[in-house]
């Protein structure tokens, strides 16, 4: 994502990674199990995680991303691409991962060449490759937190997604054992013993504990701000069943037909949480503009948005009033452990500290220091009235 407005904030999506050339793709392509020409370079995407294009190829238009190996291997990519199949087969439209050739061998700068399924590992890099999906991708040029144009849209999209968690049923995948920056979970706020999980977990992010230590936060004290919700959400979230999630439905993550969402793709921060988080997911993502917020404009909120998506969401899963009160409790720390845990990817990955800083004071601390304000507490009771 370009960084179009200048504004700092949006330096955290901006594009890390060097562009994919037209002949790195075609060697890719070469690979596959059933292996495509690479003819054109349509459109790039710049993004803050991996490189990805849209490559024209003797059979239609395909989508290629590159992770460095350094951040994300072959084995925390396979259980996403297990999911989306899984989806696939279930009656979501999304565009399914393409294996590769079984006999790879070789090296590369940097390392080996191998593949395992649809993920190629080339020396430093690793590769998935995807069909186009289908429909209008109208968001193309959304930035972080920008709304739905309209209310239909909303409805439409709080639907989708509850249809996309009852399809998400079945998939017993386990979640990757081994911490990676790639990761958008919802446990740590919501344990009963927080101070035992929040130094247990820093205990497996050593990048993060160090971090902390060197920067001179004081996280346990900081954390001050977040106790009276995980106090209230620890129990109830507990009994929720576990299941897969997109973990980022953003706008700009969906393609369009009409009013209706069509395809969603990138599941690059898929993991095992439950159905209410991606639901709590896509009001935070759709409906609270933080960068307008974080610049001083506390009323930057869509409360009839929000009520669209759980009117949506309310007509294919039918949700409580004690449903809606978890959400909004679950709100405001919906992102503190992957804003925790993006540090060690802005640390050791990009090598940019001061995106880790805004990792830590703007989405740790500032995103939700604000839902205890006036217009935090307007939207929050907007939710639990919603249906």
């Not at 921060?269 to 917020?293: G, K, M, Q, Y």
Request: aromatic share 10%; glycine share 6%.
């Amino acid at each position: 994502m370009e960084n179009v407005t200048g504004d700092p904030q949006l330096d955290i999506v901006a594009q890390r990674w060097p562009d994919i050339t037209l002949a790195e793709a075609a060697d890719v392509l070469s690979r596959l199990r059933h292996p495509l020409r690479a003819l054109e370079l349509l459109t790039r995407s710049g993004r803050p995680t991996a490189a990805g294009v849209m490559i024209r190829t003797n059979e239609g238009d395909v989508f290629i991303k590159r992770y460095a190996l350094s951040v994300r291997d072959a084995a925390s990519i396979l259980p996403y691409h297990g999911f989306v199949h899984h989806l696939a087969k279930r009656g979501i439209s999304t565009p399914t991962f393409m294996p590769f050739a079984d006999d790879l061998g070789g090296s590369a700068p940097g390392g080996p060449i191998w593949a395992t399924d649809s993920a190629l590992t080339i020396g430093g890099a690793v590769y998935e490759v995807c069909a186009k999906a289908e429909g209008d991708d109208r968001y193309i040029d959304a930035l972080s937190w920008d709304p739905p144009r309209t209310v239909s849209e909303a409805e439409q999209l709080g639907a989708f997604m509850a249809r996309m968690s009852m399809a998400a049923e079945g998939y017993d995948a386990p979640r990757p054992a081994a911490p990676n920056p790639f990761q958008n979970r919802f446990g740590l706020f919501a344990t009963a013993d927080f101070d035992a999980a929040v130094k247990a977990w820093l205990e497996e992010r050593p990048v993060v504990r160090d971090y902390l230590k060197s920067t001179d936060r004081h996280l346990m004290q900081d954390l001050d701000l977040h106790r009276r919700y995980v106090e209230k959400v620890s129990g109830p979230y507990g009994a929720l069943p576990s299941c897969w999630t997109h973990g980022d439905p953003h706008i700009s993550n969906f393609l369009w037909q009409g009013d209706r969402p069509s395809s969603i793709f990138d599941f690059g921060l898929a993991d095992r949480n439950t159905a209410l988080f991606d639901l709590v997911e896509t009001l935070e993502r759709n409906t609270i503009r933080f960068v307008s917020i974080m610049n001083g404009d506390d009323d930057a909120y869509c409360a009839d948005t929000a009520a669209a998506i759980i009117r949506g969401y309310n007509g294919v899963i039918p949700l409580l009033s004690s449903d809606l009160a978890l959400v909004a409790d679950m709100l405001p720390v919906c992102q503190s452990e992957a804003a925790l845990n993006w540090i060690a990817y802005y640390v050791e990955g990009t090598h940019r500290p001061q995106d880790a800083a805004w990792c830590y004071d703007i989405s740790l601390m500032g995103h939700t220091a604000w839902f205890a304000r006036p217009s935090g507490q307007r939207y929050l009771d907007a939710i639990r009235m919603a249906a």
